[in-house]
């Protein structure tokens, strides 16, 4: 399975920007699609995950602002990202493991996720 992340750039505070992530040799049909982020000098964070078109969940400091969605057809899951802020900079990773509805605690590790993408980086100015 590869993943290739892309959308990232340099963006406002108060902005938006929406990021893609592209899955080859698998389909995604069917698993559970994720997005962390990583600043410089911090562990990695979870941002969004996604299971059905309608099963979502948003770590906190994101719901509400970011939307996680996915289109199977096309083999990709995006990462809306609106009211952006300086601390929303980081590297922003996608990744997929379960093909089934893990645990929370699983859902928001990101050791339980065994493919990752390259990262995208994801710059807010104040």
């Known amino acids: 399975v590869q993943l290739q992340a892309s959308g990232g750039g340099l963006v406002q505070a108060g902005g938006s920007l929406r990021l893609s992530c592209a899955a080859s040799?698998?389909?995604?049909?069917?698993?559970?699609m994720a997005w962390f982020r990583q600043a410089p000098g911090k562990e990695r964070e979870f941002v969004a995950y996604s299971w059905r078109q309608a099963d979502t969940y948003y770590g906190d400091s994101v719901r509400g602002r970011f939307t996680i969605s996915r289109d199977n057809a096309k083999n990709t899951v995006y990462l809306g990202m609106n009211s952006l802020k300086p601390e929303d900079t980081a590297d922003y990773y996608c990744a997929t493991s379960f093909s089934h509805r893990p645990v929370l605690s699983a859902m928001k590790s990101a050791g339980a996720y065994a493919y990752w993408g390259q990262g995208t980086q994801v710059t807010v100015s104040s």
């Open positions: 040799g698998r389909t995604i049909n069917g698993y559970a």
